[in-house]
């Protein structure tokens, strides 16, 4: 399961060039904004977890 990661030079360092496949230029509504910082407050590692997963933002787009 290799991936082909394109990396950009910064100084020293190579950092991989990642970009998440929701990008849609959709706005959260009231309620989508009022989950989030409930995960924030009440759940991050549940928050950490759907970042990670690209699974948050449908998620609030839902709510």
């Keep these: ?4 990661l394109t990396y950009t030079q910064c ?3 190579y950092i991989p060039d990642i970009r998440l496949a929701h990008t849609e230029a959709q706005k959260l509504g009231k309620y ?7 995960f924030e ?3 991050p590692m549940l928050l950490n977890d759907m970042i990670l ?3 948050l933002f ?6």
């Design 11 to 13: 100084g020293d360092y």
């Design 41 to 43: 407050q009440n759940n």
């Design 1 to 4: 399961m290799a991936q082909n």
């Design 53 to 55: 997963t690209e699974s």
């Design 32 to 38: 989508g904004r009022m989950r989030r910082t409930f």
């Design 58 to 63: 449908p998620h609030l787009w839902e709510v």
